[in-house]
């Protein structure tokens, strides 16, 4: 019989290993003076939930269940957006102070609300099956390599 984990203890590590591993690619990206794209942003999105993964099957020595499953892709996927809009505002803050908001403002603000939401939805869509794939089929291997080390 599996016993009740605490899915939040999984998610706050997704949500750190994200946020050092986002901060760490950008710097990297900054000072080579390479532009970012959306495979940077995908590989940080995997590099978080690869961690988080890892921990769960070091942690209890088996798979997440389905709902632990559900639950870690949810709260990873809410953390993440959470994260990404957080921070976008501190930086352009930061940068351009509260006019560049209101100029990120009136860029949305001129633009079709569906395609944001298309947008939105589509991106979403894309990180949920990431996710769903860290959290399940890539888990799966990732505790077959542990199994194999002794470590699990």
């Known amino acids: 019989m599996e016993q009740d984990v605490n899915i939040n203890k ?3 590590k997704f949500f750190f290993a994200y946020a050092l591993v ?13 532009d970012a794209n959306s495979g940077v942003s995908v590989a940080v999105l995997i590099g978080g939930a690869m961690y988080a993964a ?3 099957l070091e ?7 389905k709902q632990e499953k559900s ?3 949810w709260l990873s996927l809410f953390s993440c957006w959470g994260l990404s809009i957080d921070s976008s505002i501190i930086i352009v ?16 603000k001129s633009m ?3 395609i944001i939401l298309g947008l939105f939805m589509f991106v979403s869509l ?4 990431i996710l769903s794939w860290c959290y399940g089929g890539f888990a799966k291997r990732q505790l077959k390599t542990l199994q194999k080390k002794g470590k699990v």
């Not at 894309?126 to 099956?129: E, H, I, P, V």
């Open 10 to 12: 999984y998610v706050i």
């Open 22 to 34: 986002s901060v760490a690619a950008f710097a990297i990206l900054y000072f080579l003076d390479i």
């Open 54 to 56: 890892g921990k769960f």
């Open 59 to 65: 942690d209890n020595k088996r798979m997440p269940s």
């Open 71 to 73: 639950k870690l892709v």
């Open 93 to 108: 803050l930061a940068m351009a102070g509260f006019d560049g908001l209101l100029y990120i403002y009136a860029i949305f």
């Open 112 to 114: 079709n609300f569906l």
């Open 126 to 129: 894309l990180y949920f099956l």
